[in-house]
């Protein structure tokens, strides 16, 4: 089972086919196992070595309940360490949700010469700009406060709610994140700075998508706005977690990046 050491930190990862270096992050509460249960690895693992991680605070990464642990600084720090466990300069990125946001505020500011290019779903490049952004993430602070107290059960309703209803496996995987360092992450992963300001000069090749019936569809396309030249994929009647659990809408979409990535 590999695993790379970030200051001490086990960050816990799986390798999976053969081809060019894919960095593949899950979303928020869930696991690696993701990208298996919807089906993504078996079509990319034709061409691509694809790196999937569990990001820390969730899987078998370590779980720490320290929101000084959870940085955006530190958090891009695990990604070049497995990549200096593989001995691999440069690579894909692939981010969907959380993952999209450790794209957007930890990859693009402290790895970005590692990055080959980055593929960015439910997600945007925002802080807390709003009052009902504020609102959002305090609502969802509390209800981890109380899955502290009262088991996971809640907030896997609150957060269902929020994104859309997951499958079962999704869900078992929620319910089995230690809720303390999930509070920690997202403590911390709510106050990373934005990446606006950096988006406008960027020259890294960037698919960006989101389904319109996201809950941040909006702000993901305005994010996508300021990167010039960026194309904006948009997916018809999908929520936030139907944007991932479909992969069957979705990877056609991306092996037309990938393709045109080799012309």
């Known amino acids: 089972m590999p695993f790379a050491t970030n200051k001490g930190i086990k960050i816990h990862y799986e390798i999976e086919g053969k ?10 509460g869930g696991t690696l196992d993701s990208w298996h249960i919807f089906g993504y690895v078996n079509d990319l693992n034709k061409d691509h070595q694809l790196i999937l991680v569990d990001a820390r605070a969730h899987g078998k990464s370590d779980r720490l309940y320290d929101n ?6 530190t958090v891009a720090g695990d990604y070049a360490a497995i990549l200096d466990d593989l001995g691999i300069k440069k690579a894909g990125y692939w981010g ?15 790895n970005l010469s590692r990055m080959n290019y980055m593929i960015l779903g439910g997600s945007n490049p925002f802080g807390m700009r ?3 952004d504020k609102k959002q993430n305090e609502e969802s602070l ?18 269902e709610k929020r994104v859309g209803k997951m499958s079962p496996e ?14 920690a992450f997202n403590s911390n992963s709510s106050t990373w700075p934005s990446s606006e300001s950096l988006l406008p000069r960027l020259k890294l090749p960037c698919l960006i998508y989101a389904g319109e019936q996201d ?3 909006a702000a993901a396309k305005e994010g996508a706005a300021l990167i010039p030249g960026m194309p904006f994929v948009s997916f018809p009647g999908l929520n936030h977690m ?8 979705v990877l056609p979409v991306v092996r037309k990046f990938l393709t045109g990535l080799k012309k």
């Open 242 to 249: 139907q944007c991932y659990a479909e992969s069957n809408t």
């Open 68 to 73: 000084s642990a959870y940085t955006a600084e």
């Open 170 to 183: 999704r869900k078992a995987q929620l319910l089995g994140t230690d809720p303390r360092a999930l509070l």
């Open 142 to 159: 509390s209800m981890l406060r109380m899955a502290i107290e009262k088991g996971m059960e809640a907030y896997v309703d609150f957060f």
């Open 96 to 110: 969907y949700s959380m993952g999209g946001r450790i794209g957007y505020k930890c990859m693009l500011r402290y």
């Open 215 to 217: 809950f941040g569809f």
């Open 19 to 28: 081809g060019e270096p894919l960095i593949l992050q899950h979303g928020n």
């Open 130 to 132: 709003t009052e009902q």
